[in-house]
Protein backbone atom coordinates (compact mmCIF):
# COMPACT_ATOMS: atom_id res chain seq x y z
CA UNK A 1 0.00 0.00 0.00
CA UNK A 2 1.37 3.15 -0.80
CA UNK A 3 2.14 5.25 2.59
CA UNK A 4 0.77 8.20 2.02
CA UNK A 5 -2.66 6.89 1.35
CA UNK A 6 -4.66 6.99 4.93
CA UNK A 7 -3.61 10.87 5.49
CA UNK A 8 -4.81 11.42 2.00
CA UNK A 9 -8.02 9.72 2.31
CA UNK A 10 -8.46 10.90 6.43
CA UNK A 11 -8.28 14.41 4.93
CA UNK A 12 -10.91 13.30 2.11
CA UNK A 13 -13.56 12.03 4.93
CA UNK A 14 -13.23 14.85 7.22
CA UNK A 15 -13.57 17.09 4.55
CA UNK A 16 -16.72 15.47 3.40
CA UNK A 17 -17.81 15.36 6.98
CA UNK A 18 -16.94 19.13 7.45
CA UNK A 19 -19.36 19.80 4.22
CA UNK A 20 -22.19 17.97 5.68
CA UNK A 21 -21.82 20.15 8.94
CA UNK A 22 -20.64 17.15 11.44
CA UNK A 23 -19.62 18.34 15.02
CA UNK A 24 -16.45 16.67 15.83
CA UNK A 25 -17.97 15.06 18.81
CA UNK A 26 -20.39 13.53 17.06
CA UNK A 27 -17.28 11.40 14.44
CA UNK A 28 -17.57 8.19 16.58
CA UNK A 29 -15.88 5.20 15.16
CA UNK A 30 -18.79 3.27 13.94
CA UNK A 31 -19.82 6.50 11.90
CA UNK A 32 -16.57 6.92 10.61
CA UNK A 33 -15.96 3.17 9.57
CA UNK A 34 -19.60 4.03 7.55
CA UNK A 35 -18.64 7.25 5.97
CA UNK A 36 -15.21 4.96 5.21
CA UNK A 37 -16.76 2.07 3.43
CA UNK A 38 -19.41 4.45 1.57
CA UNK A 39 -16.09 6.28 -0.29
CA UNK A 40 -14.23 3.25 -0.88
CA UNK A 41 -17.39 1.59 -2.37
CA UNK A 42 -18.61 4.74 -4.36
CA UNK A 43 -14.64 5.11 -5.53
CA UNK A 44 -14.51 1.46 -6.51
CA UNK A 45 -17.55 1.48 -8.14
CA UNK A 46 -16.49 4.62 -9.94
CA UNK A 47 -13.43 3.04 -11.00
CA UNK A 48 -15.05 -0.10 -12.61
CA UNK A 49 -17.30 1.71 -14.74
CA UNK A 50 -14.30 3.93 -16.02
CA UNK A 51 -12.67 2.58 -18.88
CA UNK A 52 -10.55 6.07 -20.08
CA UNK A 53 -9.18 7.72 -17.02
CA UNK A 54 -7.13 10.16 -19.27
CA UNK A 55 -11.16 11.96 -20.24
CA UNK A 56 -11.63 12.06 -16.64
CA UNK A 57 -8.26 13.50 -15.62
CA UNK A 58 -8.41 15.85 -18.34
CA UNK A 59 -12.17 17.20 -17.46
CA UNK A 60 -11.19 17.96 -14.24
CA UNK A 61 -8.27 19.35 -14.61
CA UNK A 62 -9.57 21.69 -16.99
CA UNK A 63 -12.89 22.55 -14.85
CA UNK A 64 -10.05 23.18 -11.65
CA UNK A 65 -7.57 25.04 -13.17
CA UNK A 66 -10.80 27.21 -15.21
CA UNK A 67 -11.87 27.50 -11.00
CA UNK A 68 -8.53 28.38 -9.54
CA UNK A 69 -7.95 31.15 -12.77
CA UNK A 70 -11.62 32.64 -12.76
CA UNK A 71 -13.76 31.81 -10.52
CA UNK A 72 -11.77 31.86 -6.85
CA UNK A 73 -10.21 35.32 -7.45
CA UNK A 74 -13.70 36.72 -8.23
CA UNK A 75 -15.26 35.06 -4.85
CA UNK A 76 -12.39 36.48 -3.13
CA UNK A 77 -12.35 39.86 -4.63
CA UNK A 78 -16.26 39.66 -3.19
CA UNK A 79 -15.34 38.51 -0.08
CA UNK A 80 -12.78 41.54 0.69
CA UNK A 81 -15.38 44.34 -1.31
CA UNK A 82 -18.24 43.10 1.47
CA UNK A 83 -15.42 43.10 3.79
CA UNK A 84 -14.51 46.74 2.96
CA UNK A 85 -18.00 48.34 3.53
CA UNK A 86 -18.18 46.95 6.77
CA UNK A 87 -14.59 48.57 8.49
CA UNK A 88 -15.45 46.65 12.19
CA UNK A 89 -15.05 43.53 10.44
CA UNK A 90 -11.61 41.51 9.68
CA UNK A 91 -10.82 40.24 7.00
Do not use: W
Not at 35 to 51: C, E, N
Not at 58 to 85: C, E, I, Y
Request: net charge positive.
Amino acid sequence: AHPRYPLCFSGVRDGILDIANVREKDRTNGLLNKITVGILSFVTFFAVLVKDFGLVMALSGATFGNAVMFVFPSLMFRKAVKQMDAPNKRL
